[in-house]
């Protein structure tokens, strides 16, 4: 099993433009989320899904899309890119039940100039 | 909303020392997390709790979650230069959401 990828690795953008964040795990998991992590802020929950067809907003959605077609992947849209989004971006799925264990995929590091 | 506060931020120590990072929650949880990121890497799950009350042991971690289920304590004995990372601690409140504590970073002087 490959676990939880994700692509790019790395990401440079200028302001106003928009790019998709890939993410797809091969564990047949039910529950998706994306973070973000910046420095002295932790990892704050930005969108998260709970089976394909179901997405719901974190704790900080504004800016970006989300969507689930399939089990396996959930993609991370930014429409209009902007400096504050300069961030590393974590894909992390879990199965559910005991223990709620999050898989948390290698992560994508974007600037934003 | 639901809030989880991690102390201290940062925590420098002698290898061979003990370490602790300790987890408080607005709210009480069903469960907490805890996870490791090694510098440059992604969250690693090391163990989750759910009893009130409940301590769980790793080797040389110890974990423990509080009585009323609003804080938690990961104590690490005699250090190592292994250990060097950022742990959070995560909690679980009423919804599907996790929230993440802020981190906190250790490093180790050999």
């Known amino acids: 099993n490959a676990g939880v990828t994700q692509t790019p690795k790395f990401q440079v953008l200028k302001t106003g433009q928009s790019m998709t964040l890939q993410c797809a795990q091969d564990?047949?998991?039910?529950?998706m989320s994306w973070y973000r992590q910046d420095p002295g802020m932790g990892l704050r929950l930005i969108h998260y899904?709970?089976?394909?067809?179901?997405?719901d907003q974190g704790e900080v959605p504004n800016g970006y899309n989300v969507s689930r077609s399939t089990t396996e992947d959930f993609p991370l849209r930014l429409l209009s890119a902007a400096p504050s989004q300069t961030s590393v971006y974590f894909c992390?799925?879990?199965?559910?039940?005991?223990?709620?264990?999050?898989?948390f995929g290698p992560g994508t590091r974007l600037t934003v100039l | 909303g639901q809030q989880v506060m991690q102390i201290p931020q940062y925590q420098h120590v002698q290898e061979g020392e003990d370490f602790t990072t300790y987890c408080n929650s607005s709210?009480?949880?069903?469960?907490i997390q805890w996870y490791k990121q090694r510098p440059g890497g992604h969250p690693v799950f090391l163990i989750q709790?759910?009893?009130?009350?409940e301590v769980k042991k790793q080797k040389r971690l110890t974990f423990q979650f509080g009585e009323a289920k609003k804080n938690s304590s990961l104590h690490i004995t005699a250090t190592q230069t292994t250990d060097v990372g950022t742990y959070f601690c995560?909690?679980?409140?009423?919804?599907?959401?996790?929230?993440f504590g802020k981190g906190t970073k250790l490093t180790v002087n050999p």
């Open positions: 709790l759910v009893k009130s009350g």
């Open positions: 899904s709970v089976g394909a067809g179901i997405t």
């Open positions: 992390a799925s879990t199965p559910g039940g005991f223990p709620d264990t999050q898989y």
């Open positions: 564990m047949n998991h039910e529950y």
């Open positions: 995560a909690g679980k409140g009423g919804s599907e959401k996790l929230v």
């Open positions: 709210t009480t949880l069903s469960n």
